[in-house]
């Protein structure tokens, strides 16, 4: 586990992957993002310890003060990827379509 290294205050934090009991978490502020961390997953909440989980988080001192799931945002954003990858996978018309 690493120390989280960004300012004290409220964080999107997505959640890359969770893998021995450790979780690999991206931090956002203002749709960017600002840093990421290897925290211990018991510090997610339980229905927030799986890839691609959005959560509010809580900073203060290096540490997660606070953590809460977002199902919703979680859901649009999984709908949002999908839909920008199946864009893209679009064949775009040949010579002969156009």
């Not at 300012?7 to 600002?34: I, K």
């Not at 919703?72 to 002969?96: C, G, H, Y």
């Amino acid at each position: 586990m690493t120390a989280i290294d960004l300012p004290d205050g409220e964080y999107t934090a997505v959640v890359d992957g969770v893998e021995d009991g450790l979780a690999t978490v991206f931090f956002e502020r203002d749709g960017e993002e600002v840093g990421n961390a290897v925290l211990d997953a018991s510090r997610l909440p339980s229905d927030g310890r799986h890839a691609d989980a959005i959560l509010s988080m809580t900073l203060g001192g290096g540490r997660v003060e606070s953590a809460s799931y977002e199902p919703e945002r979680t859901e649009r954003r999984a709908e949002a990827a999908q839909d920008r990858f199946d864009r893209l996978s679009k064949r775009p018309p040949s010579d002969e379509e156009s």
